[in-house]
């Protein structure tokens, strides 16, 4: 009778350990989807991270543009423009031509003698 529990404790401490082997393995792909699950979204939170930064960045430097446009056209409008440029004087009027008589000094007399008081 000896004989048959040492066999029967054989036995069941035999399943004991396959059995525990057996859950090892279910813990173990647990623990590889759950790495997988990690890793997952550990992707999707620094793709959405990048994408926001982007997103960020873009936003203040437009502003940054603005505000170094709008300091440059303040400062452009407060100086007054230095004109140190001296206009030359407008050129003297050239002297008059002399007046030439005409060469024929006949009276201009009309062409046709029509009396108009007819």
């Given at each position: 009778m000896k004989d048959y529990q040492l066999i029967l404790l054989f036995l069941l401490s035999t399943a004991v350990i396959i059995a525990?082997?057996?859950f090892q393995?279910?813990?173990s792909k647990e623990?590889?989807?759950?790495?997988?699950?990690?890793?997952k979204v550990a992707e999707k939170?620094?793709?959405?991270?990048?994408?926001?930064l982007a997103v960020c960045r873009e936003r203040i430097l437009k502003r940054a543009s603005?505000?170094?446009?709008?300091?440059?056209?303040?400062?452009?409008i407060s100086t007054t423009i230095i004109d140190n440029t001296v206009r030359?004087?407008?050129?003297?009027r050239p002297p008059r031509?002399?007046?030439?008589?005409?060469?024929?000094?006949?009276?201009?007399?009309?062409?046709f003698l029509i009396d108009t008081t007819q």
């Open positions: 525990s082997f057996g393995k279910d813990k623990a590889e989807i759950q790495t997988l699950i990690d890793e939170v620094e793709r959405f991270r990048k994408k926001r603005e505000l170094a446009d709008s300091i440059i056209m303040a400062k452009a030359p004087t407008p050129p003297e031509p002399p007046i030439k008589s005409p060469v024929d000094t006949t009276p201009v007399e009309p062409f």
